[in-house]
């Protein structure tokens, strides 16, 4: 049992090294080996933290400097891009055939209805695509083409850029550390005896296993990512954005704000009268008419009553009863 202790504590330090220092990570492994306590298991579960832990800015922007010329930089685009056409469903289309054929796909695209203030009910559209990060800017001058005036009919446009090529660098190198442990652990199982020192590696085995399933999936990520580019392209309808016009005339500045708030101000008057003769109206009706029935039946069934009701005559007898008394 003692000998297993000592291999998984020279595991544990080997995990806990970098992929750029394996010389000296080699040599901690050698030296391990001697050690005589056995490493408990927080030692590990540590030396596992310090493996995953991300570098400090500093560091992060240290190494951006001293990468050498050599090394393939990973960068992440992406775009936003916002338009004005006359069909909004034919555009999104035509962006979507663009990008099959540049070899990218749909990642959404949504075709709806909305209002403009003169009230008019216009389409709109949303779509985001991915295309090859080479052919960004083609794409970006290609979907740029289906309006009809560039200066008026591009509302934004941005593009922006995330360089990873450190993330993607220390993920690939945690990597490989791990799957140098996973080698020393399978050689380990291999040599093992006992059923306690067989569940032990085996343990560690299935972690180291894991955690090799989590970086592989992030190198995935970033390696599509920066192959293809994302642009999301907000499409209006060219009715939503006309000026107001009034007989030929288009205010401008405050007289148009001003017009336009008057409009909006009739609009109200209007549909509250709307409103009032046709919904209000009627309700008040339907509710009024039988309640002053129902109240005007009562009125007239107390009335009939007091009247049938027999009027006290006192007759001269009485009269000197109640004298006496």
């Known amino acids: 049992m003692k000998k297993y202790s000592l291999i998984l504590l ?26 005589a306590p056995a490493a408990p298991m927080m030692m590990y579960e540590e030396a596992v933290e310090a493996e995953m832990a991300p570098a400090p800015r500093e560091a992060s922007a240290d190494f951006s400097q001293s990468l050498p ?27 979507s055939e663009m990008a099959d054929e540049m070899g990218g ?12 203030s003169q009230g008019i009910e216009v ?18 001058e290609d979907i740029k083409k289906l309006v009809d005036n560039p200066i008026e009919d591009v509302l934004s446009e941005n593009i922006s850029g995330q360089d990873v090529t450190q993330e993607f660098t220390d993920l690939n190198s945690r990597l490989d550390n791990l799957k140098r ?13 006992k059923t306690e020192d067989v569940l032990a590696v085996f343990n560690q ?39 107001l016009t009034i007989g030929g005339w288009q205010p ?4 148009r704000d001003a017009v336009q708030a008057l409009i909006n101000a009739l609009k109200f008057l209007v549909n509250a009268v709307i409103w009032i003769l046709i919904f209000f109206l009627p309700v ?5 008419i039988p309640a002053w029935l129902i109240i005007r039946a009562i009125v007239r069934a107390v009335r009939k009553r007091n009247q049938n009701k027999p009027s006290r005559v006192e007759t001269p007898t009485a009269i000197e009863e109640n004298k006496d008394k």
Request: proline content about 3%; overall charge neutral; some cysteine.
């Open 123 to 140: 389409p709109a559209a949303n779509i985001t695509v991915r295309v090859p990060a080479d052919q960004l800017d083609q794409a970006m």
């Open 105 to 116: 796909f749909v990642v959404s695209s949504n075709l709806y209805k909305t209002t403009t």
């Open 284 to 288: 008040f009706l339907v509710i009024a």
């Open 205 to 243: 085995l299935k972690q180291v296993r894991e955690e090799i399933e989590v970086l592989q999936g992030q190198i995935n990520y970033y390696k599509e990512a920066s192959r293809l580019s994302s642009i999301s392209v907000n499409i209006q309808a060219k009715a939503s954005v006309d000026p």
């Open 69 to 95: 010329a050599s090394v393939e930089r990973v960068v992440i685009k992406n775009a936003n891009l916002s338009i004005v056409v006359k069909d909004p469903n034919s555009a999104m289309k035509t962006v």
């Open 181 to 193: 442990a996973e080698a020393q652990l399978q050689e380990i199982l291999g040599s093992a005896t």
């Open 10 to 35: 020279a595991f544990c330090v080997a995990l806990a090294g970098c992929a750029s220092q394996r010389n000296s990570e080699a040599k901690s492994f050698d030296q391990a080996m001697g050690a």
């Open 252 to 255: 401008v500045g405050v007289a």
